[in-house]
């Protein structure tokens, strides 16, 4: 897939509207940055493993100015209707609240790392939805990074700023995710997968065009929000830092699954599933790269649906909602489903084929209107491009 010249074209022209009655004058230029899927390699990241996402045609874009007093003002399109305002020089975590916090967590993190950024005007306008799983908080800060990078004229490559975007939530808003987010908005290519090693950073992009053979990748957002702050996602990281201590190693990465077994019976009960969930997915990803480069894209709903049951039963992030849109999905015909994000609610990716996809759809609505469930936001995710200047 391309990007359509003429939908930005569009989308920049109301986004320079919105920057125009905020800020007054013309900005110096738009950028885009998108949320992403994963197609499989949910929470290895933090563990220094594999993971395979695609970026969303859903973006997050922002028209900037540079200011030359220091000053930084922002704008959401999908906030309350104020605007923050703060010095970029007397940035420090928790001095910025809400929403604005992950576009000022840039700024901050540029500075840390030593890039001399001064101030802008930045107004947003955003179609990713947000807790729904789709990383809309990395749209959010790699949309950010690069208009600063190129604002400044800071020579950042795609990777080096997708690094600092994390940094900025990581230091800055206090929610220590791992690096896949941001690099997927910041790296993807449009029509591909991005197989990241979250290591050693190496990444390769991998040939996703499914509409080709007839397969389509639908989202389902069960509108159940999360907020990865509140502890759960932290909890969950600390308890497979403290495993990997536990068996000597530099993270759960370097257990390889012939080694599972017995690396289980060294940890604590309670560590156990997280040490399986980080191993199998690991596996996992390694297994949906080789059936795409086999030209078997059809043999990956196994692969998810298998993902997912890891997530439910071993991780135990998943909830009601998500574990009934990957039963219904695969009851009405779908070749597999599972959840993505950090859990705990927020969205389902289903592989099927195109000419099933409304039946599958009318069968989880169906669902959750029979559970009793708020109706869900469906859409389809076609692979698309990463961070980008549009105007």
Same mark, same amino acid.
């Given at each position: 897939m391309t990007t359509d010249p003429a939908a930005e074209t569009a989308a920049d022209t109301g986004i320079a509207a919105v920057f125009a009655a905020v800020f007054g004058g013309s900005p110096d230029g738009v950028w885009a940055a998108p949320g992403r899927i994963n197609l499989?390699?949910?929470?290895?990241?933090?563990?220094?493993?594999?993971?395979?996402?695609?970026?969303?045609?859903?973006?997050?874009?922002?028209?900037?100015?540079?200011?030359?007093?220091?000053?930084?003002?922002?704008?959401?399109?999908?906030?309350?209707?104020?605007?923050?305002?703060?010095?970029?020089?007397?940035?420090?975590?928790?001095?910025?609240?809400?929403?604005?916090?992950?576009?000022?967590?840039?700024?901050?993190?540029?500075?840390?790392?030593?890039?001399?950024?001064?101030?802008?005007?930045?107004?947003?306008?955003?179609?990713?939805?947000?807790?729904?799983?789709?990383?809309?908080?990395?749209?959010?800060?790699?949309?950010?990074?690069? %208009?600063?990078?190129? &604002?400044?004229?800071?020579? @950042?490559?795609?990777? =080096?700023? $997708?690094? !600092? +975007?994390?940094?900025? *939530?990581?230091?800055?808003?206090?929610?220590?995710?791992?690096?896949?987010?941001?690099?997927?908005?910041?790296?993807?290519?449009?029509?591909?997968?991005?197989?990241?090693?979250?290591?050693?950073?190496?990444?390769?992009?991998?040939?996703?065009d499914l509409a080709?053979?007839?397969?389509?990748?639908?989202?389902?957002?069960?509108?159940?929000?999360?907020?990865?702050?509140?502890?759960?996602?932290?909890?969950?990281?600390?308890?497979?830092?403290? %495993?990997?201590?536990? &068996?000597?190693?530099?993270? @759960?990465?370097?257990? =390889?699954? $012939?080694? !599972? +077994?017995?690396?289980? *019976?060294k940890l604590p009960v309670e560590l156990r599933p997280l040490l399986r969930h980080v191993v199998t997915e690991d596996q996992r990803v390694l297994d949906a790269i080789a059936l795409l480069d086999a030209g078997e894209p059809r043999a990956l709903g196994p692969v998810l649906t298998a993902g997912h049951a890891s997530l439910r039963d071993d991780y135990r992030v998943s909830c009601p909602e998500t574990d009934l849109v990957v039963s219904a999905a695969n009851a009405a015909g779908a070749l597999g489903a599972r959840m993505m994000g950090g859990g705990f609610g927020g969205s389902v990716l289903v592989l099927a084929d195109t000419d099933r996809l409304a039946g599958i759809e009318r069968a989880v609505r169906g669902a959750f209107a029979a559970a009793g469930f708020a109706d869900p936001q469906v859409f389809p995710a076609v692979p698309s491009q990463g961070a980008h200047r549009v105007a």
């Open positions: 499989i390699g949910e929470h290895t990241d933090y563990n220094e493993g594999f993971v395979l996402p695609a970026a969303l045609p859903h973006t997050t874009r922002v028209a900037a100015r540079r200011r030359a007093d220091g000053v930084v003002r922002l704008f959401s399109a999908q906030g309350d209707g104020s605007v923050a305002e703060f010095a970029a020089a007397a940035l420090a975590p928790g001095s910025v609240p809400g929403w604005a916090a992950y576009p000022a967590g840039v700024f901050w993190a540029l500075s840390e790392a030593g890039h001399r950024v001064g101030g802008a005007d930045l107004a947003f306008v955003s179609d990713v939805p947000t807790g729904a799983g789709l990383s809309s908080s990395a749209a959010l800060e790699c949309a950010t990074a690069i %208009a600063l990078d190129d &604002l400044y004229g800071l020579g @950042l490559d795609a990777p =080096g700023r $997708a690094l !600092l +975007a994390q940094r900025a *939530e990581n230091g800055y808003v206090g929610v220590p995710c791992g690096a896949l987010d941001q690099l997927a908005s910041s790296c993807c290519v449009a029509g591909h997968a991005y197989f990241l090693d979250t290591r050693t950073l190496d990444g390769r992009q991998v040939p996703l080709a053979v007839g397969l389509s990748l639908l989202v389902v957002d069960t509108r159940v929000k999360h907020d990865l702050a509140d502890g759960a996602y932290a909890g969950l990281r600390a308890g497979c830092e403290r %495993a990997a201590g536990l &068996l000597g190693v530099r993270a @759960l990465r370097d257990v =390889g699954a $012939a080694e !599972l +077994a017995a690396a289980e *019976e």
